[in-house]
């Protein structure tokens, strides 16, 4: 699930979105700051609402369990949430006064000690009202977020920039996404073919 921890915000201002997990018993998945070059898919969160820009990755309000594995590649640190598990991330307002409805795109993968599921992922409809606020911090929100795109950075936030002009939309989208995580993603006949 997720909310808002503020049901409005001003123009220019910033709110924290709370998302909340639950994970069957003998099952886990893996937190968001776990290191890239370690395979799965951590719990990821964005947004393409325009004038909203969302920090990435998502802050863990819980220790994750540490879990050790070799398999002959020397040894890897994988991050797990089991049970319950709520995580946040902030979200800069730059969008004119209203009432939204803001998309959060969730990505995840599930395991149990000997196998894991294919990512998952749903998105969020999270209503917020904007009020009247400060238009020179909206402004310099889209260009912070605008800047971040350009130069493939990453705003003081932690959000990655906008891409293709949407504001909120953070380059490169959600870890994992698009992108080669290592071996366990290869298809089962290559994997065979290289002798695994």
């Known amino acids: 699930t997720g909310r808002f921890l503020s049901a409005t915000v001003p123009q220019g201002g910033a709110v924290r979105l709370r998302i909340e997990t639950t994970v069957e018993e003998g099952w886990h998945i893996y937190d968001p ?12 969160a964005k947004t393409a609402a325009e004038g909203f820009v969302l920090s990435a990755p998502l802050e ?18 994988y991050l797990w949430v089991e049970g319950t598990g709520a995580f946040e991330a902030e979200l800069k307002v730059a969008a004119e006064p209203g009432e939204y409805t803001i998309p959060v795109e969730l990505n995840w993968m599930v395991c149990d000690e000997s196998v894991c ?5 749903d998105t969020l409809q999270i209503k917020l009202t904007v009020t009247e606020g400060d238009a020179d911090a909206a402004a310099g929100i889209l260009s912070d977020a605008t ?7 990453v705003d003081e936030g932690g959000a990655k920039g906008a891409v293709e002009g949407a504001p909120g939309v953070q380059e490169g989208g959600i870890a994992g996404e698009g992108e080669d995580r290592g071996w366990i993603n290869k298809p089962a006949g290559e994997a065979l073919d290289e002798g695994f």
């Open 33 to 44: 700051l776990m290191a890239e070059d370690v395979p799965g898919v951590p719990l990821a």
């Open 147 to 153: 800047r971040g795109a350009e130069d493939g950075g």
């Open 60 to 77: 863990p309000q819980q220790d994750p369990i540490e879990h050790v594995e070799d398999f002959g590649f020397g040894p890897l640190t």
């Open 117 to 121: 599921l294919d990512a998952g992922n």
